[in-house]
């Protein structure tokens, strides 16, 4: 493999962005210049949490969400090519992957073991729905008041992609960006082995189920053990189905590799909706992928 | 720039990978998110063996001009009897295995067998003569997988009873840091040891050498192209042992230049196929080759490929013509030809090849496929010109099956 280049060591830089553990990884040739080098890609994680973040006031997100129901609101380039790729997705999964079921969290709180009244979900169908939502000359319009958008879904994993590229821009050809296990990897260790990427055990999360090698691409998982509350032996998730307004319930959990974080993300994601068929789809999309059921069963494909 | 980039990096992973059409999907729809670059990997050595098998069978037909000659032994050819004549007829097995020996290295090895019987003309398209022959082939490889590119070494031997072929090749790819781009160098030698069973000739050989250059450019999402330079030189006995006036020059040198062109229709689930081959000999043939192919994805289970090849050459420049005045007896050479030859093959004529194939995935690592061509030869079907006169079509249908489960 690659020849090992012995004059670089591997540093870490652990922050906090989007609510989460994030870190980056990567080999430089002094501790000063992997530094100047992190600090350019944690301001780009900081950039997008700031222009997207759902609980920023004056981000663009919070700015269409205010709107909902009022005016339309215009959209730059970058926020205009996520909404795009947020229609793909919506249209790719039939209307399952939906950066607008945020609006469901006004029926679920998952700080307290409840389940809502299907009256009160009922009432929010109406707020539910990409497909209501009008894009057009670069503007966004939710036309429900109530109605949210939400980018969590890929949001978390864009950034990682484009901190990725911003230190493969810097010369960067060894290490990784982790933001909160959805992770990019810039070239295997300055060794040329791989990084080995332990995968949490969904039940026991200090606990590691699988250890993944990996050099290059991007690893996402989605999972039920996050947020969730349990009620008579049920566990309810924070992935939510927004054509039933239920938590999903069949994989515990679901990592995936793909040329992009972004793409891997989304794909876990749509897989934990398609709940059964799940299985089929991840097949289907080639991709390598670690899938646990809710009887503990593993499936990988690698 | 960086956007194009990442349009291009699905086509190489396309190339790469063969990710099925979902997979494809999911990485086009994140191309519309700005300055995301996709990661195609490096080809390592496959992680799962694969074992392959193939059934061919073949067989030639041949309208009956008129008889001449005398059709020797077992050859049930009747004179007048019948419209078409068969031919040649070939059998053939082929099993091939590929083994990851570990993630830098890789083992793979094919054998065949093939019977081939039936009858061929001793000159132009007369004068039948049986022919039976078994052969065994096997050939391996070593390939070792480097960072950006692989290299393989190939041995490979083929005997029958009258002929023993031996060759042994090199061949290298190298891809640019993107992925983008990648080129390919290869070498071969070959050496032949003729004994024909009717010892026309003794212990001939034949001794010949190629190379091959080209480069694979991934221009879209949705596009890959290659070109291909190839240069034989060979030299010894090129001459046809069971045909009568046949002499051909003890040398023979050929150049040839292709090509392709796969263009992808995302909304169609299909994929074109184009490809164009030019080539020339020291023997004075000039050939074009077009094929085009159509892949179509039914569902995530089945492909369907039709296939149309249309070819054309000229004549040899030792070729001797059918003479309409002597026919259907064979022409004898200029007295003072150094070389000569009778075999339809070295004719100027033009032929065109209609192809289906069907590949049905039966589970993740296990696939059949069904291919059926039909090939027919006409000197009214040579691109330009008439082509060489007084020979009778010559048509061939093959019927292939093929299964392969990887492990």
């Keep these: 493999m690659a020849s090992a280049d012995t004059s670089l060591s591997v540093f870490r830089f652990p922050f906090k ?72 997705l919506h249209a790719q999964s039939g209307g399952l992957f939906d950066i607008t079921s945020g609006a469901l969290r006004q029926a679920w709180n998952f700080k ?47 950034a990682a992609d484009r901190a990725a590229q911003v230190l493969q821009g810097q010369g960067v050809t060894s290490g990784y960006v982790n933001l909160a296990g959805d992770m990019r990897f810039l070239g295997p260790k300055p060794s040329g082995e791989p990084w080995m990427i332990g995968i949490q055990d969904p039940r026991q999360t200090d606990q590691v189920i699988a250890t993944l090698p990996m050099t290059s691409g991007g690893l996402a998982t989605s999972g039920d053990y996050e947020r969730y509350f349990e009620l008579d032996g049920q566990r309810y998730c924070h992935v939510l189905n927004p054509l039933t307004g239920w938590p999903v319930k069949h994989w515990r959990t679901v990592s995936v590799t793909a040329p992009a974080t972004v793409v891997a993300g989304c794909t876990s994601t749509m897989a934990m909706l398609m709940e059964e068929d799940g299985l089929a789809f991840l097949q289907a999309t080639g991709f390598d992928f670690l899938a646990i059921d809710c009887k503990g069963k593993v499936y990988v494909r690698q | ?105 890789s083992l793979s090895g094919t054998l065949v067998t093939d019977s081939v019987s039936g009858a061929s003309p001793a000159y132009h398209t007369q004068a039948l003569s049986g022919l039976k022959d078994f052969r065994r082939a096997m050939d391996t490889s070593l390939t070792r997988y480097l960072p950006n590119g692989k290299l393989a070494l190939g041995l490979g031997y083929s005997g029958e009873n009258d002929y023993i072929s031996r060759a042994v090749s090199l061949l290298a790819t190298q891809a640019s840091e993107d992925k983008n781009t990648t080129w390919t160098a290869g070498v071969g030698f070959q050496r032949d040891l003729i004994n024909p069973a009717n ?27 290659q070109f291909n330079l190839g240069y034989y030189n060979g030299r010894g006995y090129f001459s046809d042992p069971y045909k009568i006036y046949d002499e051909r020059p003890k040398r023979r040198e050929h150049q040839t230049f292709q090509a392709r062109w796969n263009h992808h229709f995302s909304e169609l689930s299909g994929t074109s196929r184009l490809a164009y ?26 492909r369907i490929t039709p296939q149309l090849r249309l070819y054309s050459q000229n004549a040899a420049r030792f070729f001797v013509e059918v003479d309409p005045r002597i026919a259907p007896f064979p022409p004898s050479p ?19 090849t209609l192809g289906l194939k069907v590949t049905r995935q039966l589970s993740l690592d296990t696939s059949m496929d069904v291919k059926v061509e039909q090939y027919g030869q006409k000197a009214a079907w040579k691109f330009t010109g008439a082509g060489s006169q007084g020979l009778a079509p010559f048509y061939a249908r093959s019927i292939q099956v093929g299964f392969t489960h990887s492990f």
């Excluded at chain 1, 990409?130 to 949210?148: C, D």
């Excluded at chain 2, 010892?199 to 192209?225: C, F, H, P, Y």
């Excluded at chain 2, 043939?285 to 094929?291: K, M, Y």
Aim: net charge negative; aromatic share 8%; with cysteine.
């Design chain 1, 17 to 88: 962005a989007m609510g989460s553990a994030c870190e980056v990884v990567l080999a430089a040739h002094s501790e000063i210049e992997a530094q100047s080098q992190v600090q350019m890609a944690k301001t780009e994680v900081m950039r997008i949490e700031r222009k997207y973040s759902r609980y920023i006031s004056d981000s663009i997100v919070t700015k269409v969400n205010q709107n909902a129901g009022l005016a339309p609101v215009a959209c730059d380039d970058e926020t205009w090519a996520l909404f795009q790729y947020a229609s793909k």
């Design chain 2, 1 to 105: 720039m960086v956007h194009r980039s990442a349009e291009v990096a699905v086509a190489a992973i396309k190339q790469n990978f063969n990710l099925p059409e979902l997979g494809i999907a999911l990485l086009g729809a994140a191309m519309s998110l700005p300055c995301i670059m996709l990661d195609a990997q490096a080809e390592t050595a496959p992680e799962k063996g694969t074992l392959s098998f193939k059934y061919l069978n073949y067989k030639e037909r041949q309208q009956v001009t008129g008889q001449a000659g005398n059709s020797s032994g077992w050859t049930d050819s009747q004179s007048g009897a019948s419209a078409y004549d068969d031919r040649v007829r070939v059998k053939a097995t082929a099993s091939s295995v590929l083994l990851p020996l570990n993630s830098d290295w």
């Design chain 2, 277 to 302: 081959r030019y080539y020339t000999d020291t023997w004075g043939i000039r050939s074009h080759t077009l094929d085009t192919e159509w892949v179509q994805r039914l569902g995530s289970d089945w």
């Design chain 2, 199 to 225: 010892q026309m000739v003794v212990g001939e050989k034949k001794r010949g050498a190629d190379w091959l250059l080209g480069v694979t450019q991934v221009v879209s999402m949705n596009d890959i192209v």
């Design chain 2, 334 to 352: 200029l007295p003072n030809a150094l070389h000569f030859s009778e075999d339809q093959r070295l004719s100027a004529f033009g032929a065109i």
């Design chain 1, 112 to 158: 307290t073991a409840e389940l809502p009244s299907s009256d009160k979900l009922e009432a929010l169908r109406v707020k539910l729905g990409w497909q209501k939502v009008s894009l057009q000359n670069r503007q966004i319009t939710l036309p429900i008041a109530g109605m949210e958008i939400d980018l969590g879904g890929f949001g978390k994993e864009y």
